[in-house]
């Protein structure tokens, strides 16, 4: 577990994208991963609440990290596609990226993806990983 | 025409998510949009890819300013889902997001939005806003 | 509960589409529906196995007395999109698909779906549906 | 070109779903297809309009012959996930999905699927597909 988890941060040691928006990984386990983003006002759209770009950042790194905790390090892996549902607004606090890993073949993964927001659910998605050879 | 990008403008002239990752407005007409985001590090994943979030980020953002052209400055409308596939990788130029329309009824928006880069196809997507009363 | 499942029974009584794929109720709560659909040769696509359409039949279907649950019989609403993903082949036995609504507002509400196969997970759907003024 | 329908024909000749939905071949060419479902009662829901799990069906089966125009009649491919927007309700005529596949991997292929019915748009798709190895 701890192992596993210091392996992944090794591998997300640099993302410059998760940098820009403030993600970090909370935990990872076998085939789950949970990642944060905490609000800032440099996250939102318009009307003040969270833009969904970078809600749909936060639940896609969220399943790549689920994904690269069975996948490991020495294979790489892309999104092929990801659907999000936005439930509700977030303007202030902490949001949490809980991703489980509900399919894991030898080339294609999918990850469902629960965000939630001060313990309520603000978005729900599903994404497709491809497994690459190499 | 002219009118109608000055006023989406004037509705988006202060987005700090678009500030925070380079999108800007490029073309609006009705019922479509086209906006713009310069390939830079601070987007890339581990690979030095663009990041699918960045992607998103980009045709949501061009799916919302077709919606707007059709909805005018009086009403809200917010994000409902949105479904992108990365066809693929970035790792340079600019990425141009176009956004069309194909539905527009009373309280429900759906925009097809297709990313290039360079000419190539890189991303696909279909958005649904919703359209509120007040 | 027994009431309620009554009478979503009532409102699905007749449902061409669903007798044609051989779908029917099993449970329906507050929230929630499980509805399954057994294995039947007309069902399948070239390979033997069942075809996506008629497992998005199902999901979509689990997904909608799910959200009627919840809205009653008083209101109508329709199926604006849903994004699924195939898991596992079926080959034989009865596909259940168990629907819980994640969000219910207003105008929108938002159905998770999981449908499985003698105990394995053969789907993953997520579903939004309008719910319509009179 | 009617080579190419022939060939594709002869893998479909005998889909019992499609029978079932009264889904037929109208035209194949290299990465497109166009498939028909002629409205019946058997495929409607409870306010009489045709199911959306009809439509997946019809748009999904457009996705797959238009992929099998590129990878022939040697591989196997299946249906990873699809997304699907209904736009407009269909109460009578006859449906047609036009499937153009916009990225063909190795691997991963990519279909951009749009339904009409008497020249109205009435759904907008998107499906992946998985070629195998074997």
Not at 25 to 46: C, H, I, W
């Amino acid at each position: 577990m701890d192992k596993n988890k210091a392996q992944i941060e090794q591998l997300f040691v640099s993302v410059p994208f998760w940098d820009l928006l403030g993600i970090r990984v909370v935990e990872v386990r076998e085939g789950y991963a949970k990642l944060s983003m905490p609000f800032d006002n440099k996250l939102t759209q318009p009307y003040g609440i969270v833009h969904g770009g970078a809600l749909f950042s936060l639940a896609d790194s969220a399943g790549a990290v689920a994904v690269a905790s069975l996948v490991g390090l020495d294979k790489r892996f892309v999104t092929v596609e990801m659907k999000i549902n936005f439930l509700n607004p977030v303007r202030e606090g902490v949001m949490e990226a809980n991703a489980e890993v509900v399919k894991k073949g030898k080339t294609i993964a999918v990850s469902d993806i629960r965000v939630e927001n001060k313990e309520q659910i603000i978005a729900k998605a599903i994404a497709t990983y491809i497994i690459l050879d190499d």
